[in-house]
């Protein structure tokens, strides 16, 4: 698709040949993810975690469809038919732990995708739509987690679901009617009990849509790389299969490994603990939090204390979407011609800064409301806005950015001179092997 | 024009945080938030060690079998079971006749399941089967609340998963239990435990509804001879909770182990793969090696020549 030099699809087998004459699904998965797609040939780890957020987008579709088969989603019997699929359903408490964590997994995963991308510059031209597309996936991961956190009808999830639509109430006149519309009545209830369980089980599916695209829309300039240099010719690349599968197969075993000894050793620690009580409308828990990967804009939302000419709760729900949504034209507010962070010493800075700076929030958006945090969010939150909508196009205006490599190939030169010679080939040179 | 309007909204918002931030600060200047008893005087739970803890833990049954007890004749009284059944007493190291003793000879357990007459369809009730669920001491929260001083026992099943701190907290609750300090009362002269209440630094608002209800050592008799103090009755009843939210603990530690190591092994063998793959790759960086389309062709050719297949 990318490159003149990416190899055709050659069937050897008759039935391969006979299916791909009639439908080329083979040719397509082998242009896609298989030896036809030439990828850079530096990509360092960060580029492992877009094949790792498809992995778990897999876990939680294939763990979620056994879950539902058990699950009620009715306010009398949610709670409880979660509890006999942790006790009584075979292996249950695995498929539910491994979901529960999954989501977190999922969210981790694609956080340091979306910081890659960041640093990297993976969102400039030509590839734009690519992080359009990443983002649409990420506001639908947003939408699907939080349904599915309301699905047990614990008492985070009750209350969780009764601040979240509460948001849309902060909108002056079309605002509370529109939480009641979405909610099916004023208060979580059973019609809205069943309308998240329809909606997190589609959307899942509507996101694997989106990634198809979001690949499809890859595909055609090709993979960024590390230096944020344009591939060149055929010695810049590497064929997908088998390069990058298998260093995206060990690196994956790895994080599975990780992900394993979370779910069967600290399966509830990144929970809260509320939400093994049942949903109890008439009792509002101490300090309601959602989870950990909400926890930012939840910091962003808490910030505004102050009606200034909006009341502050608007002032809140519309930074806290303006903070996703500002992303979505990060394209247009960066115009530094140069890509990759590693050659932007100015940007380099303020990228890590903005990673602190999201840590921070992290940290408040899940800590109790106390002076020193709602003050530390209220500067944490005001530099995340500075950081993309005024010092990232100032930057990007004044900074001397350093030289770029000549090539991929040449970045990634590691001095030989010499090269062992391969069998029975006479390249004119020493026949020494060259250690690394 | 994105870059303008981004620039102002990003004004806009950061001006209205620093607004925000400048009147709390102010307000907190001008009137620092009073200290409460809450915040002095709540203590975090005492450590407390089980043989469930950790990555290989596993139930230890002598002591699963004491807290049952402890629960049967001290915590039933007024907490629910709800999502344990009879049945699940066999994990503990009973047998099916000892269960069913258990639930229905009314020797042990007291509390009768709510069933209808078979003859006239009028609520009655009949003793517990292995297959029943632990009845709920009271048969609504109106009944729960009446007989408690208007509080509600919460159902204890899952208790140790639903408290931050978990089975510590459990055992710090149950021996927690003390006279409120006077130096609480001099500071905080508003905070004094009310009538019906019963002062324990480990619970949130440091007053709690349920009286102390483990208060002398031997309340219990224990069959295996294990010394009833109450410290020993609280971490035996701790652990029985701790089975009681998670019967599948030990079987999740026990395949955690087995996947951890599977996967270990598997990363090991894909790492070893990857650097297979790569390492012609990574050692031909520049043009003269044999990824080089010109020394490939030249290789096939020389290879041809040599008679090796591939």
Known sequence: MSFSWARPYEPKQPFMRWLDERLPLPRLVYGAIGGGYPVPRNLNYWWNFGVLAGLFLTIQIVTGIVLAMWFYATTGGAFNSVEHI?????????????????????????????????????????????????LVIYLLMMATAFMGYVLPWGQMSYWGAQVITGFFSAFPVVGEPLRVWLLGGYAPDQAALTRFFSLHYLLPFVIMGVVILHIWALHIPGSSNPTGVDVKDEKDTLPFHPFYTA????????????????????????????????????????????????????????????????????????????????????????????RSGSYRPMFKRFFWLLVVDVLILGYVGGAEIKPFNVALGQIAAAYYFLHFLVILPLVSKYEKTLPLPASITASVLHGEEQESAPAGVNTGNKTTTVAR | MVRKIGFLVGLAFAGVLLISLFVGVSEYISSPPAPTAEEEFHLAPKPLHLASDGPFGHFDKQQLQRGLKVYTEVCSACHALDHVAFHDLTQLGYNEAQVKNYAGSGNYWKTEVPDINPDTGEASTRKAL????????????????????????????????????????????????????????????????????????????LNIAMPPPLTSDGQVTYDDGTKPTVDQMATDVAAFLVWAAEPNLGTRHTSGIAVVIFLLFGTVLAFFAYKNVWAEAKREVIVTGPLDPVNKAKRKSASRKAGIKG
């Open chain 1, 86 to 134: 942790m006790r009584d359903v075979n292996a249950g408490w695995v498929i539910r732990y491994a979901h529960m964590n999954g989501a977190s997994f999922f969210f981790l995963v694609t956080y340091i995708h979306i910081f890659r991308g960041l640093y990297y510059g993976s969102y400039k031209a030509p590839r734009e739509l690519v992080w359009i597309l990443g």
């Open chain 1, 247 to 338: 260093k995206d197969g060990w690196f994956a075993a790895m994080v599975l490994l990780a992900y394993a000894l979370v779910v069967y050793f600290a399966p509830n620690y990144l929970g809260h603990p509320d939400n093994y009580i049942p949903a109890n409308p008439l009792s509002t828990p101490p300090h309601i939090v959602p989870e950990w990967y909400f926890w930012p804009f939840y910091a962003i939302l808490r910030s505004f204390t102050v009606d200034f000419i909006l009341p502050a709760k608007l002032w809140g729900v519309l930074a806290m979407f303006s903070s996703i949504l500002l992303l979505f034209f990060l394209p247009w507010l960066d115009k530094s011609p140069v």
């Open chain 2, 130 to 205: 292995p297959s029943d669920h632990f009845p709920p001491p009271f048969p609504n929260e109106v009944a729960a609340r009446a007989a408690n001083n208007n509080a509600l026992p919460p159902d204890l099943s899952m208790i140790v998963k639903a408290r931050e701190g978990g089975a510590a907290y459990v055992h710090s609750i149950l021996t927690g239990y003390q006279n409120q300090p006077a130096e609480l009362i001099k500071k905080f002269p508003t905070a004094k435990t009310p009538a019906n209440l019963h002062y324990n630094p480990y619970f949130a608002n």
